[in-house]
């Protein structure tokens, strides 16, 4: 509940109702003498008591994962729940495909997947493991790279169509052309960084439709509604059939990194190891078809 922040998707979390969770919640506190979180109609959060409470448990949770993963790492049998982040691209695209293949090669671990296209925070949220694109913004983590993944910009024929084909991301402002924009609560302000004959620039682009969820964009871009700039394996049946064509390739957009992120004392668990090592050997061939493996 604390990670989630309401009792009822702590509930669906835990496969248990609301009125149980908040009564399993009030036992606690009643054992503890004290309350762990402060409730109203429209939000719950933790009290002091409550986030003393939860660092504490997490270190508990914490050495006692430690300790079952050198029991595994005697035993060669990791075991237990697995809770892994992802973009929703990646994670529809890359991991969701292969997550069943992986639990039949590691029966006695299980997965829990979280897709956002929103910045995750692993200590907060429990996470063992998150895939992300782009630049980490806690440098205490420990990073794997697995790709500099290509992205394009790209738009229907049908949005083309009386419109002048923008050549740069200048054009793309002077022309006002409406650029389909990812943007979720804390994002900042959007901008596109595009390589040009001088070098790196950003540009403030803007239009009339944003989206947290990146599906959405290519869905909008295929249905004419602007330009969107994607990893290009989001969009590579698009673009391959037609529906999508490139734009602005005078000036393309820089490669993303793609990465996973752990904590180091998650690197020690070898269910994290073995999941994203599973998982990247499946990436990669998709990503960089021709390209060796990079990191």
């Known amino acids: 509940m604390y990670e989630l922040g309401s009792m009822s998707a702590a509930g669906r979390d835990l496969r248990i109702s609301p009125a149980v969770t908040s009564a399993r919640i009030s036992q606690l506190e009643d054992h503890l003498g004290v309350r762990l979180f402060q409730r109203t109609t429209r939000a719950l959060s933790p009290t002091e008591q409550g986030r003393a409470f939860y660092d504490g448990a997490r270190d508990v949770l914490d050495s006692v994962s430690k300790a079952e993963a050198q029991v595994a790492n005697i035993t060669d049998n990791p075991k237990g729940a697995l809770t892994v982040a992802a973009p929703l691209g990646v994670g529809r695209r890359l991991i969701a495909p292969h997550v069943a293949d992986f639990i039949q090669a590691y029966p006695d671990i299980s997965v829990r997947l979280r897709l956002t ?14 895939f992300f694109l782009g630049d980490p913004e806690d440098s205490t983590l420990r990073i794997r790279k697995i790709a500099d993944v290509d992205r394009v910009l790209c738009a ?14 200048q054009d793309l402002i002077d022309q006002n052309h409406e650029c389909l924009n990812l943007r979720y609560p804390g994002a900042k302000e959007f901008q596109w960084r595009l390589e040009t004959p001088d070098g790196p620039r950003r540009f403030q682009v803007s239009g009339r439709f944003e989206c947290d969820d990146g599906d959405v964009l290519t869905e909008w871009a295929v249905a004419g509604l602007g330009i969107a700039l994607k990893p290009r394996f989001e969009v590579a049946a698009h673009l391959a059939d037609g529906r999508l064509t490139p734009v602005a390739q005078n000036t393309p957009p820089f490669p993303v990194q793609m990465a996973c992120l752990y904590t180091h004392r998650r690197g020690q668990d070898p269910k994290t190891r073995l999941f994203m090592e599973f998982m990247i050997a499946r990436m990669l061939p998709v990503l960089m078809p021709s390209t060796a493996a990079v990191g």
């Open 117 to 130: 296209d929103r910045r995750v925070d692993l200590t907060a949220e429990g996470l063992d493991l998150a």
């Open 156 to 169: 229907a024929p049908s949005y083309l169509a009386g419109r002048p084909m923008p050549s740069t991301g």
